[in-house]
């Protein structure tokens, strides 16, 4: 089954608004608008703003040349996804599961399910009255496929049903071939090859009464989009989605409900240390759901229920996925001390809004660490809460062999990202200096290892020499003038040892002689 808001967006910016002042907003001309490079543009229009000549894809400019009083109001393309989300879940009353079809549409499976409203047609019926009790305008067409079910949602009558026993060309072969849910480029090219219909492109595709002459066509068009591998993109290949000749994998909205615990209290609380035990009791709780689940808290919301109606929120950021009741605790104290309780709170409830998986481990190994405080992550918390997030900061690899580029700093709260992946070098010092610098340095031959090197006003001598190690430049955000580097490992007389590069070499048409520069020093 197939679902279409048609006006999601204006619906929901309607539902945004008072019962009592919806009438005058509908009768004002509105349009949602986006800004572009060539203006702000209009993504919908209410009624009033489509009768006085507004409609999606105009610019705004051209649209007040029509109907200077239309009101713009920006767009939330955001908001109606994450709506739509909602939606998907809410729609699984109707099915085992449902998929998103953005940007304002909806695919629940219903197969075998019919029966239980009383027939396909009650079953479309319920669809539409129960999502304009929500306010919104819908739109409900079954079909044997994905691609069948869109095009009589859009370009059919409402309600309409193709049984699989049908002949889908009967009933699809006069709508446009826009109902193949194609991109606008492929669409220009199909009107010009003279294709406006399904049925126009079934007899081009081979699919009509004599596939021998058709097979000729049908190879042409193939050889025509035989690039496009979006099937966006193809219409042959959405042609056969909508037969149901070739699978259209979709992908299901599964609900995912956060961590929640709550203390409804029987007398309102106004002292702090009271506060502080509900809050502990609290953070057991949700230690013992994540446990549950195989978790851990990386974002904690707490929320306070004051008797005046008032909600308070506090919310906490962990540097690692944590289930330690006591640090969860330590943390919100500290973000409690600002709270006005004014005649007393009578709820509180705390949500693990951001959780990973963490498995279970033996506390108590690192049970003196928790207790002194000296946990990296404990520590970082605590800094974090206290300095604020922006004051802490931590090292991460990145995935470049240009050793300088292989690590940067970023937010301790900020999640792993999936691209730090390390890479195998050779050693590596441990302390290497911000920015390399300069040397001078007698070898033997140009291509030949060093044998004295000044640096930092000092003439240090060579005594033993490993390498070259060749790191070529990255092409890919580098200037193609990027010359290459050759590093050794050098030591001198007194055992200091350097980590020191050759950049370039002779020959090599990107600059004159190379240039050395120290990079690194080993402990």
């Known amino acids: ?49 489509t009768a006085a000549g507004a409609h999606a894809g105009m610019l705004l400019a051209d649209a007040r040349a029509l109907c200077p009083d239309l009101a713009a109001i920006p767009a939330d393309p955001a908001g109606d996804l994450a709506s739509l989300e909602k939606l998907a879940l809410w729609a699984q009353r109707w099915g085992p ?16 399910v019919a029966h239980l409203f009383g027939g396909e047609a009650r079953l479309i019926a319920d669809v539409t009255r129960a999502f304009a009790q929500r306010g919104l305008a819908a739109r409900g067409a ?40 194609l991109d606008d480029d492929v669409l220009t090219v199909l009107r010009r090859l003279g294709i406006k219909r399904l049925g126009e492109l079934a007899g081009v595709s081979g ?31 959405r042609l056969d989605q909508l037969l149901g000749r070739v699978p259209e994998p ?32 609290l953070a057991h709780d949700m230690v013992r759901t994540l446990e549950a689940r195989g978790e851990g808290a990386r974002r904690l919301e707490l929320a306070l ?35 006005e309780a004014g005649f007393g709170i009578e709820m509180l409830q705390l949500r693990a809004s951001w959780s990973e998986p963490l498995h279970l481990s033996q506390a108590d190994l690192d049970a003196a660490a928790q207790q002194h405080g000296t946990a990296l992550a404990a ?44 890479l195998a070098f050779h050693t590596r010092p441990l302390k290497l200096l911000d920015r390399p610098e300069p040397i001078a340095v007698l070898y033997a031959s140009p291509d030949g290892v060093p044998q004295r090197f000044r640096w930092r006003g000092q003439v240090r001598e060579v005594a033993r020499v490993e ?18 580097r050759d590093y050794y490992r050098i030591e001198d007389e007194a055992g200091r040892r350097y980590w020191i590069y050759r950049q370039g070499i002779n020959g090599d048409g990107r600059g004159g002689l190379p240039d050395w520069f120290l990079q690194g020093l080993y402990a």
Request: charged residues 25%.
């Open 142 to 181: 079954l079909a044997p496929t994905a691609g069948a079910a869109w095009a009589l949602t859009h370009y059919a009558r409402a309600g309409a049903i193709l049984d699989p026993g049908d002949d889908p060309l009967r009933l699809l072969g006069d709508l446009p071939v826009a109902a193949l849910r």
């Open 207 to 237: 699919t009509g009464d004599d596939p021998a002459q058709e097979a000729a066509a049908r190879d042409a068009l193939r050889r025509r989009f035989r690039n496009h591998r979006s099937p966006a993109a193809n219409p042959l290949l």
């Open 467 to 484: 390498g070259p190690e060749r790191i070529a430049p990255e092409w890919w955000r580098e200037r193609s003038t990027a010359r290459l």
């Open 305 to 339: 229920w004051r008797v005046d109606g008032e909600v308070l929120m506090r919310r906490i950021e962990l540097a690692a996925p944590t289930r330690e009741p006591a640090h969860i605790t330590r943390l919100f104290a500290a973000r409690l001390d600002d709270v």
């Open 1 to 49: 089954m197939s679902v279409w808001l048609a006006r999601l967006s204006v619906d929901r910016w309607r539902l945004s608004h008072a019962p009592e002042a919806r009438a005058a907003v509908d009768a004002a001309p509105t349009a949602l608008i986006i800004e572009t490079a060539h203006g702000p543009r209009i993504t919908a229009a209410n009624v009033a703003g």
């Open 379 to 422: 520590c970082i918390d605590r800094l974090t809460v206290r300095l604020g997030p922006k004051a802490v900061t931590r090292p991460v690899a990145r995935a470049s062999h240009i050793p300088e580029r292989a690590q940067s700093w970023q937010s301790p709260l900020a999640p792993a990202s999936l691209a730090q992946n390390q």
């Open 97 to 112: 599961w449902s998929a998103l079809d953005p940007p304002d549409g909806l695919l629940v499976d219903v197969t075998g």
């Open 250 to 281: 979709l992908l299901p909205v599964i609900a995912r409900p956060m961590p929640l615990v709550q203390r409804r209290l029987m007398e309102p609380l106004r002292h702090r240390d009271l506060l502080d035990r509900v809050v502990n009791d």
